[in-house]
């Protein structure tokens, strides 16, 4: 029998204005931004958080996540490199072999330095706002899968993050890459993602007292990065020094945030108990 494949290789550009182009992959985060900022502003009125306290919180969202996961790729991935060029990190430019500077947008985001990068804004953000951390983390980690699908349905139309060679009738061939049916990694991700935005605001809405006690911040970080190191497994390695490895990068990194959400929950669970005793 015949199988049949799905043949992936849509134009990265979704239109261009001029000679500045607009990919599919910032359509996406953007998209996937907005979305989260609706979801989140929702969240704070339901919660009768006056909007002066919620206003800034969007800038220190994206501005966390942005630094992170630019600095998380550059470290994690590719440190001999960029360390040898450290305004690469920071400009959305490369360099090329005569000298010259060419724009090429940040290639590289990685999401664990986009979590990390995503909890240092929240701490200023707190800090401004003298909110409750923890209700702060619950709220955006009810809606931070939206964001995260939408990026790796980013990373789909980009053909990138591409999953191992596989012969399952759903297989993609990614045709800027090679003709090898392969698992679409990327779409794993975005549907699990997607599904667990859905499982958060279910809990959310039948247990709104559970917000500001940590237990939907662990949810969060136990689902991503759990399915995040499973999904590991289906997926080509980003870099060469991953080949030789048992656990890749991503598995590692995703370990401790696993750790942390399983003991989040606990304790969420424990202290919304100890609250209804009183």
Same mark, same amino acid.
């Given at each position: 029998?015949?199988?049949?494949?799905?043949?992936?290789?849509?134009?990265?550009?979704?239109?261009?204005?001029?000679?500045?182009?607009? =990919?599919?992959?910032?359509?996406?985060?953007?998209?996937?931004?907005?979305?989260?900022?609706?979801?989140? #502003? =929702?969240?704070?009125? @339901?919660?009768?958080?006056?909007?002066?306290?919620?206003?800034?919180?969007?800038?220190?969202?994206?501005?966390?996540?942005?630094?992170?996961?630019?600095?998380?790729?550059?470290?994690?991935?590719?440190?001999?490199?960029?360390?040898?060029?450290?305004?690469?990190?920071?400009?959305?430019?490369?360099?090329?072999?005569?000298?010259?500077?060419?724009?090429?947008?940040?290639?590289?985001?990685?999401?664990?330095?986009?979590?990390?990068?995503?909890?240092?804004?929240?701490?200023?953000?707190?800090?401004?706002?003298?909110?409750?951390?923890?209700?702060?983390?619950?709220?955006?980690?009810?809606?931070?899968?939206?964001? #995260?699908? #939408?990026?790796?349905?980013?990373?789909?139309?980009?053909?990138?993050?591409?999953?191992?060679?596989?012969?399952?009738?759903?297989?993609?061939?990614?045709? =800027?890459?090679?003709?090898?049916?392969?698992?679409?990694?990327?779409?794993? @991700? #975005?549907?699990?993602?997607?599904?667990?935005?859905?499982?958060?605001?279910?809990?959310?809405?039948?247990?709104? @007292?559970?917000?500001?006690?940590?237990?939907?911040?662990?949810?969060?970080?136990?689902?991503?990065?759990?399915?995040?190191?499973?999904?590991?497994?289906?997926?080509?390695?980003?870099?060469?020094?991953?080949?030789?490895?048992?656990?890749?990068?991503?598995?590692?990194?995703?370990?401790?945030?696993?750790?942390?959400?399983?003991?989040?929950?606990?304790?969420?669970?424990?202290? @919304?108990?100890?609250?209804?005793?009183?």
């Amino acid at each position: 029998m015949e199988l049949l494949y799905i043949n992936w290789n849509p134009d990265i550009v979704a239109f261009s204005i001029g000679s500045f182009a607009v =990919r599919w992959y910032s359509i996406c985060w953007c998209a996937g931004l907005l979305a989260v900022y609706l979801l989140e #502003a =929702r969240l704070y009125k @339901e919660q009768k958080i006056p909007d002066e306290k919620f206003e800034p919180l969007f800038l220190y969202c994206f501005i966390g996540i942005l630094i992170g996961a630019r600095l998380g790729h550059c470290l994690f991935y590719e440190p001999g490199y960029y360390l040898t060029h450290p305004l690469e990190m920071i400009l959305p430019m490369k360099k090329d072999a005569m000298g010259g500077w060419h724009f090429t947008g940040y290639e590289g985001l990685a999401s664990h330095g986009g979590t990390l990068g995503l909890l240092a804004g929240l701490w200023l953000f707190v800090r401004r706002s003298g909110l409750k951390a923890l209700t702060v983390l619950d709220n955006i980690a009810i809606v931070t899968p939206v964001c #995260a699908c #939408a990026i790796r349905l980013g990373n789909l139309m980009n053909s990138e993050i591409i999953g191992r060679p596989t012969d399952v009738p759903w297989a993609f061939i990614f045709e =800027r890459i090679d003709n090898i049916p392969r698992h679409p990694g990327q779409l794993y @991700e #975005a549907l699990c993602y997607a599904l667990f935005f859905v499982v958060g605001w279910v809990i959310y809405k039948r247990n709104p @007292e559970k917000v500001g006690t940590g237990f939907f911040f662990g949810l969060c970080l136990t689902l991503i990065f759990l399915s995040r190191i499973l999904i590991e497994w289906v997926k080509e390695n980003q870099v060469d020094f991953e080949n030789g490895m048992f656990l890749n990068m991503g598995q590692l990194l995703s370990i401790p945030f696993v750790i942390v959400g399983v003991w989040c929950m606990v304790r969420g669970n424990r202290k @919304e108990v100890k609250s209804l005793k009183k």
